[in-house]
């Protein structure tokens, strides 16, 4: 018995520590961002303030069943990605599912987004969506090939056997530098933030796929992100850096790792469709194949 | 889910609360309605332009929680930044109608309030309250940042205290705000969104909501048809 | 009837469809709508629509009298406000052949050049903007706010001046001011190396504005293109050096000049002029103290002042471009005629729409914004 | 060419168009009367051989006494820096919808933008101009509102409402007998 | 400064430099509205005790934010130049500019360095406000955007007028000012600020603010047209007005560093009245006459300014009018009080004229009381005037003064105005003139006999040689500013503060007047009741001592029967405030009821005139 409900809980807990330490990620993000600006930013509880009030919102404008799904997906998608992350001491089903499933519903909140943006008949988020699957396509592409290198040095497809590898020998970072760079560039593109931010781009079509979300939609949007962050940061932390055997070391890497993506987002613009899919398959692409080649 | 208009919404206003934490509830979501504003991004007049030092490092609105939102759809707030040209007045309210309740109106500026120094012009609506509930006016031409931010404390404040309630006033007295800008507008009038039945929804249709001006906009009134588009990727 | 802009237009049997940029729009600068007919995401053709600001003005003018009109006057632009306080208050003075004195033309070039400061630091951040860094419109409006603080220091009233005035300027500059306005110059160009770091040399913001939105001169000058867009296209051409106006040829001061003519080029020469006004300001602040005497020649009490007969074409260099005023006077209390040709008139119309034509819409937003088109300059 | 050239050649220009009066205000400033019909021509003459590139305005002044519209075309040139206003002057037509005249647009691009201002705001139909049609007041209906015989002020006060204040402090003065002896709108200059 | 060249591309990590801002403190200010600028343009203020109620500031308002509301337990004195009118600032229009500060004929506007007022939707009444010395809330210590003389908007100083030199004037009857020349009335007149606080202090309310627009317009007719409204004597007045509304002016203010002159309002109706042709101004004043007849008949005794007004106003209204005057010609003191370098005669004739052009009959040389009974007079007329006018000189009563070379000063005017009636000699008088002579009293009258006596002694000995002493200090003197300094200017001595006490006589001539220097003039109560130092004695040496202390009415016409039924009042007929006397027929008008003045007595015609006519509708 207590193994299934030890499995019940953890499935329950990860994606509530994901949602909380995302919203941690969230602010700072925000203080990050703040502070480059030379400004205090904002209180403490803002990512929860934001939430629970879009949640409250009176009026709730859908566009229809696929719009729902689509958002279900996305957010879904991020809930059941948390659940193949291991953390210190749990380790949900991460052994069973592996990298390579793990990459596979880590792509569903963008499709399921695409398909919620679709059905909104905004020219702006049409053409957000769109941006957004080239950008996916670019940035899965070096991804991909990080996630084959690694997966082929550590011999295993399991975070948790790449984890325990790391614990035991060296981190993959030092190891493996150049897939490691790779895969920093990929998060940046993973994460969304400039100069791979084509697709929110306020200004141009005014933040593109969000541009009809609204009340809980958009509140279902912010707590996408927030689970976003924390993926993002802990996978690389699992596949390079070595997981965490506690969750002090663990959370300090995790933070760490996600704020380099954010710290560089502030000082740089954004880079056109092209552009980015061009520098995406070129220097990504190019440092992961050599750092394949090292590794075979 | 049903539908306003051709818009399908979901909502749980009007739902009988049986809940006993419901009040608690109601509290935190006020809580945190006050300090979380997402105040749409459009600049109608020149009051706008104290907007980006209030917003940016010097005076750093985010410290109250309040962020720019670029579409209607996402924003709490309406700034209306001083003067409204009749032509942006249109923009304005069809903008006003597309935020989702609760929605709160800023006037900034004298022109809001008594048409300021455009009180000659033939372009500019003078009054503003007329065509849209106001929840709290800044005085000056144009207010400081630090005006600017005074105001939105207020609108804080009234929110926490379950004051602001402008928005309802809309629904309640739809007919009044209608005819106003059916005198401006012309009689055919009407916007895409429909706020007799966005009212009947909520629970909020009074007697005033009807009346001769809602009469005029239904003779009038075309249903809206999504257009069909295709983007080429 | 519903306004246009808020239907959402797929136009038959292509794939070409059209989109709204503003009247509400973060890529639009203040208040205007671009309509843009795309095919996928380039620019088949642009179409300027404006009004959204339009007040007036002109006819407001002609019911107010001279002196009134100076509160209204600064409305036309407003993130460079104080050119069109002065260059409404020359075309008084020219049409009364009044002589301000020399103090008081040495203040408000002070003001314009500070003027040309604040509006610069708040175009750099807009641009920047478009293209997805928020940084530098952070920093920008922060730092102009302190040439703000000046502004209120010296004027009272933080954006709107009213300062200006026929004969001179309202009153004299306070005690310590010129200390202080050099303390921000000093402070500006310790900024000029986290600028240059985050913006100008930085090589994702190069690489977005490089050839994007390219005009050559040629097409400058036939499409009537001013200020420091024409001087991105290589002419040196400047109305402060060749259309000398108060005390600007006493000055020593250098016209940037960029060749080639796109969103680059334009912020660069916005830059290198931003640092030309900073070099003006420093021999203001050594020669002012030197220029005594008073900063207003005596004006007729303003109830009753009749503008002799005549009319004045005046020009001056606002940050903008070639900002002008035509006023005519029949000789009585108010202005018979008023014609506002605003710097960006030729800018966020024609010359945007001319531009737009074979862009993406990734560029539209960043050459509205490289062109530091004013739209309320165009609704008036 | 120079100034000192291009006051020479203004000077045989007199004898080119007919009825043209030029007059020097200042050092960079010309003004030259023209009558309508030869205006086109003039400006032809100014770009073409006198450098005069740069189309910096064009003003429409309502003489409704005079019954006529002046319109005046600033002409600005790069090379001589000198800035030359022609003045011309054409009926008001008052009983017809438009005033009419030649559109400069294949002299001067930024015309249109001007032709389309006037057109908005004067009424005056500018033939061949390539955007006849309204641009800032596309929501107006009323005449054209810069003419002087449209009343702005009146038009206002019949379309729109004032804020009607009754603060605490003025119905105390009231009470005492005082209260609001002297409205702006009755004094105004 | 650094270039940058358009080719440079920075190195890819350079905006990486700008992390060190996670270094560096922000520039966020702390939350709560910053103290603002020293001058900086915040809500109003208003100094309710200095402020003047003249509504300039809402004249200059573009935005027609300010509306003047009637405070009631303020001041309303328009006569001083104070109404209890403030402004109150509708915030809904306000732009801030200032320009109502920097017009302010005395400063009181201002603006505060407050700058913060929000309210919730329902409370836009707060934007409608009153201010005061504390502010929109009441709590602004520090001003902001104030007066400074840099920022005066205001004209603040008078068209210089011409005039002849004190060495050229003093031996001749020759007008002394020129009067405005078109330009100059222009800027003059561009100089009000339409207040209307001349208006409401004129005692004949004329309309000062619409005639001085008139003439910034160019428009002299229009101001003529507006001047009869009120005024026959518009000529008279135009040169020799006491001008209380010059007093009452806004932009009459002290303690302005800049200095305030007010409008030269006199001055100006003098120069729209010389710029009209006589004869127009003949067709302006008989636009106005009545077309019917009421068949009344009104006796007016006396051809002074207040006679002819009445005469004036009934004949407009369609009545008969007869006038009798004692003396040869029309015009009352005006013509046998001033002298003729104030006013000249042939323009007093001009107002004559254009009140005879309208139908008055004037039978001269005719004294009622002798010529004809007043008994008569109210068998033949409906009604009668009595605008006698003060005629006799008040003595001091000090020991000497019933000498015969102590003379009164109006008589001595009288002698001087008629003589000039038959141009003969400007140079006689007609009594003998004295080589030096010392005048009590400091009131216009004073100076007349002073200056008039000054030009003779220039004439016919070349040298001045006049005293002018008053029991008043310097500065209390009752006449015009204006009359001291000329008098001053053609070498006159004034010596102020000197209480007569005797005239010396010696050999039976007078010898001089001998003074005490006086230490206060009234009493605690404010009654006249003169304290001397006696130590302080000096003695004007004269050949001749003249009284100017004040006149009174000859009242012995009225026959005994008519003074007993009458009700009188400290030596005058008791009047109402229309004029009518306590007998039904008999009103009084003018001096010998109404003090010493042109314009009064102006005011007091008109004010008879429409009670007559009253009386004379409601018999009918």
């Known amino acids: 018995m207590s193994t299934i409900t030890e499995l019940l809980t953890e499935l329950f807990l990860m994606p509530l520590i994901a949602f909380m330490v995302g919203l941690a990620m969230v602010l700072m993000l925000r203080k990050i961002g703040a502070r480059l600006q030379r400004r205090v930013g904002p209180p403490l509880l803002q990512p929860i303030f934001d939430i629970v009030k879009l949640y409250g919102k009176d009026t709730q404008v859908s566009h229809g069943l696929i719009h729902d799904i689509g958002l279900v997906m996305a957010v879904g998608g991020y809930v059941a990605a948390e659940i193949f992350l291991p953390v210190p001491g749990m380790d949900g089903i991460a052994d069973k599912g592996g990298i390579i499933t793990l990459s596979y519903v880590m792509m569903v909140p963008s499709l399921g987004l695409a398909l919620g943006v679709g059905q909104c008949a905004n020219p702006n988020g049409s053409i957000g969506i769109s941006r957004a699957l080239t950008a996916m396509l670019a940035y899965d592409i070096p991804f991909i090939i990080v996630v084959f290198g690694v997966a082929a040095h550590y011999q295993s497809t399991s975070l948790v056997g790449m984890i325990e590898y790391q614990q035991a020998h060296q981190w993959g970072i030092f190891e493996m530098p150049l897939l490691a760079a790779a895969g920093l560039f990929a998060l940046q593109g993973m994460m969304g933030k400039q100069p791979f931010e084509i697709y929110v781009a306020p200004a141009e079509i005014a933040t593109g796929p969000m541009v009809e979300m609204s009340g809980k939609y958009m509140g279902g949007l912010f707590v996408m992100q927030t689970f976003q962050l924390y993926t993002a940061g802990v996978l690389y932390t699992s596949l390079f850096l070595g997981g965490g055997s506690n969750w002090f070391e663990f959370l300090l890497k995790i933070f760490v790792v996600v704020a380099i993506p954010m710290s560089v987002a502030f000082v740089f613009p954004r880079y056109r469709t092209e552009d980015m899919v061009r520098i995406m398959w070129k220097w990504p692409v190019m440092a992961a194949l050599i750092g394949i080649a090292f590794v075979l | 889910m049903s539908k306003i208009g051709n818009i399908p919404v979901n909502a749980q206003a009007g739902k009988k609360r049986t809940n006993p934490l419901a009040g608690v509830f109601d509290e935190l979501v006020q809580f945190c309605q006050s300090r979380s504003m997402f105040m749409l991004h459009y600049c109608t007049g020149c009051g706008a332009i104290e907007l980006p030092p209030a917003m940016t490092s010097r005076f750093d609105m985010e410290r109250l929680g309040i962020q720019p939102m670029v579409t209607p759809r996402q924003a709490d707030i309406l700034l209306v930044t001083g003067y409204v040209s009749v032509k942006t007045l249109k923009r304005v309210i069809l903008t006003y109608e597309q935020m989702q309740s609760p929605k709160y109106v800023i006037g900034i500026c004298s022109c809001t309030v008594n048409g300021g120094m455009y009180w000659q012009s033939y372009a500019t609506a003078k009054v503003l309250n007329e065509y849209l509930p106001v929840d709290v006016y800044i005085a000056g031409c144009m207010p400081r940042p630090e005006a600017v931010i005074e105001g939105m404390r207020r609108l804080m404040r009234n929110i926490e205290e379950g004051k602001g309630h402008a928005w309802k006033d809309y629904f309640q007295r739809y007919d009044y705000y209608l005819g106003n800008q059916q005198h401006l507008f012309g009689d055919d009038w009407q916007t895409p969104t429909d706020i007799i039945g966005e009212a009947r929804h909520y629970g909020l249709e009074t007697e005033q909501t009807y009346g001769e001006h809602t009469r005029i906009l239904e003779q009038h009134q075309q249903p809206l048809e999504p257009h069909k588009m295709r983007i080429k990727f | ?380 | 060419m120079n100034c000192e050239e291009i006051n020479l050649w203004l000077d045989t220009l007199l004898a080119e168009i007919e009825e043209i009066e030029v007059t020097r205000k200042s050092e960079r400033r010309v003004r030259v009367d023209v009558p309508a019909s030869s205006l086109p021509a003039l400006l032809e003459l100014l770009k073409g051989k006198a450098s005069y590139v740069h189309l910096s305005a064009i003003s429409c002044v309502d003489w409704p006494d005079d019954e006529e519209f002046e319109l005046v075309y600033h002409c600005w040139s790069y090379e001589a820096k000198s800035l030359l206003s022609a003045h011309t002057r054409i009926p008001r037509n008052s009983a017809q919808e438009f005033a009419h005249y030649v559109s400069v647009y294949d002299i001067y691009k930024p015309a249109a933008f001007f032709e389309r201002d006037i057109y908005e705001m004067y009424g005056i139909y500018f033939e061949s101009s390539p955007y006849m049609e309204k641009f800032i007041l596309t929501e107006w209906n009323g005449p054209p509102p810069m003419r002087k015989d449209f009343d702005a002020e009146q038009y206002v006060n019949d379309t729109f409402n004032w804020a009607d204040y009754h603060p605490q402090w003025l119905q105390e003065l009231e009470e005492d007998g005082g209260g609001i002896a002297v409205r702006p709108e009755d004094i105004r200059l | 400064m650094k270039k940058i060249k358009y080719e440079d591309i920075g190195s890819i990590l350079n905006p990486l430099k700008n992390l060190q801002f996670f270094a560096r403190k922000p520039v966020t200010e702390p939350l709560g509205p910053r103290p603002a600028a020293e001058i900086y343009r915040g809500f109003h203020l208003n100094d309710m005790e200095k402020c003047i109620g003249c509504s300039t500031c809402q004249k200059i308002c573009d935005n027609a934010a300010i509306t003047m509301v009637k405070v009631p337990h303020l001041k309303n004195d328009p006569v001083n130049g104070i109404r209890n009118l403030r402004p109150a600032i509708d915030y809904g229009r306000c732009c801030w500019c200032a320009l109502c500060v920097d017009i302010c004929p005395v400063g009181a506007i201002e603006l505060s360095r407050e700058y913060v007022h929000t309210c919730n939707g329902d409370e836009v009444d707060s934007y409608f406000m009153l201010p005061q010395e504390k502010g929109m809330h009441g709590t602004v210590e520090e001003k902001g955007w104030t007066k400074t003389e840099t920022n005066d908007l205001l004209d603040r100083h008078r068209q210089k007028m011409g005039e002849m030199a004190p060495e050229e004037r003093v031996d001749n009857f020759d007008e002394i000012v020129d009067g405005f020349t078109p330009e100059q009335a222009v800027l003059e007149a561009s100089r009000c600020v339409q207040c209307g606080m001349c208006h409401d202090s004129c005692p004949t309310h004329m309309h000062a603010p619409e005639y001085i627009r008139a003439i910034w317009k160019g428009n002299v007719e229009e101001a003529v047209e507006w001047m009869y409204e009120t005024n026959p004597f518009s000529h008279v007045c135009g040169r020799v007005c006491t001008h209380r509304c010059e007093t009452a002016c806004s932009l009459n203010q002290t303690g302005l560093p800049q200095g305030s002159e007010p409008i030269a309002i006199r001055w100006l109706k003098r120069y729209a009245m010389d710029a009209v042709p006589h004869e127009r101004i003949k067709e302006i004043a008989a636009s106005k006459k009545s077309a019917t007849r009421t068949g009344k008949k009104i006796a007016i005794i006396g051809a002074g300014p207040a006679g002819l007004t009445a005469a004036f106003d009934l004949i407009k209204q369609g009545h008969e009018v007869q006038v009798f005057e004692a003396l040869a010609k029309a015009g009352g003191m005006t013509r046998y009080g001033i002298p003729y370098y104030r006013l000249p005669d042939d323009i007093l004739e001009r107002d004559v004229d254009v009140i005879l052009s309208m139908g008055v009959k004037i039978q001269y040389n005719t004294r009622i009381g002798k010529d004809i009974a007043m008994e008569q007079l109210h068998k033949d007329y409906d009604a009668v005037i009595l605008a006698i006018g003060l005629q006799s000189g008040r003595s001091t009563r000090i020991p000497g003064s019933d000498h015969k070379d102590v003379h009164s000063a109006v008589e001595l005017l009288r002698k001087i105005g008629s003589v000039r009636d038959d141009i003969k000699a400007e140079k006689d008088p007609g009594f003998e003139i004295p080589r030096s002579a010392v005048v009590i009293g400091g009131g216009n009258v004073a100076m007349d006999i002073g200056r008039s006596l000054a030009r003779y002694q220039k004439q016919q000995y070349g040298e001045v040689n006049m005293t002018i002493t008053a029991i008043d200090a310097m500065e209390n003197f009752p006449a015009d500013d204006v009359e001291i300094k000329e008098s001053l200017e053609e070498g006159i001595t004034i010596i102020p503060s000197r209480g007569p006490q005797e005239v010396m006589l010696e050999n039976g001539r007078v010898k001089g007047l001998r003074t005490w220097k006086v230490i206060s003039v009234f009493d605690d109560d404010g009654r006249f009741a003169p304290q001397y130092d006696e130590s302080d004695e000096q003695l004007f040496e004269a050949e001749m001592v003249i009284e100017a202390i004040g006149q009174m009415a000859e009242t012995d016409l009225l026959g005994e029967e008519l003074t007993e039924q009458l009700e009188w009042q400290r030596g005058r007929i008791k009047v109402t405030e229309d004029g009518a006397t306590s007998v039904d027929w008999l009103w009084s008008a003018g001096d010998c009821v109404n003090g010493p003045d042109v314009v009064h007595a102006v005011a007091d015609g008109h004010r008879v005139a429409e009670s007559i006519n009253e009386a004379l509708s409601v018999e009918r």
């Open chain 3, 1 to 380: 009837m519903r306004p246009e802009n808020y239907q959402l237009v797929a136009l038959p049997n292509s794939d070409e469809y059209e989109l709204f940029i503003g009247p509400n729009h973060p890529g639009i600068e203040g208040n205007y709508a671009f309509k843009l007919k795309l095919d996928g995401d380039r620019v088949i053709s642009g179409k300027a629509d404006a009004g959204y600001l339009h007040r007036g003005f002109e006819k407001l003018m002609e019911g107010r009298l001279w002196i009134q009109n100076l509160a209204i006057v600064p409305r036309i632009c407003v993130p460079d406000p104080v050119p069109m306080e002065v260059v409404y208050s020359l075309t008084v003075e020219d049409i009364e052949k009044m002589e301000v004195p020399l103090r008081g033309q040495w203040i408000r070039v002070m003001q314009l050049e500070l003027s040309r400061i604040a509006s610069h630091l708040f175009t750099f951040g807009g641009h920047a903007a478009t293209t997805g860094m928020y940084t530098p419109s952070y920093w920008g409006v922060a730092d102009r706010d302190l040439a703000l603080d000046l502004f209120e220091e010296l004027t009272g009233g933080r954006v709107y001046h009213i300062y200006n005035i026929p004969g001179g300027v309202r009153r004299d500059i306070p005690n310590g001011f010129l200390d202080r306005l050099s303390d921000y110059l000093d402070y500006l160009e310790t900024r000029q190396n986290d600028y240059d770091n985050l913006l100008f040399t930085n090589q994702v913001f190069v690489k977005r504005a490089r050839n994007v939105g390219v005009i050559n001169q040629e097409q400058a000058l036939e499409w009537g293109v001013t200020g420091p867009n024409l001087r991105a296209t290589g002419l040196a051409f400047d109305v402060r050096r060749d259309d000398p106006y108060l005390i600007y040829n006493e000055l020593d001061f250098e016209i940037p000049t960029q060749t080639a003519g796109d969103c680059l080029a334009r912020i660069l020469v916005r830059r290198d002029e931003l640092f030309q006004s900073v070099r003006i300001l420093r021999q203001i602040i050594k020669h002012l103290p030197s220029v005594k005497g008073p900063v207003r020649a005596p004006i007729p009490n303003p109830l009753a002042w009749n503008v002799s007969m005549g009319e004045s074409y005046c020009r001056v260099e606002s940050s903008k471009g070639e900002l002008a005023y035509y006023t005519v006077s029949d000789g009585g209390p108010k202005p018979y005629r008023v014609h506002v040709r605003g710097a960006s008139s030729m800018h966020a119309v024609q010359v945007l729409e001319n531009m737009a034509v074979g862009q993406r819409i990734e560029d539209i937003a960043q050459i509205m914004f490289s062109l530091d088109a004013c739209p309320p300059e165009v609704d008036r």
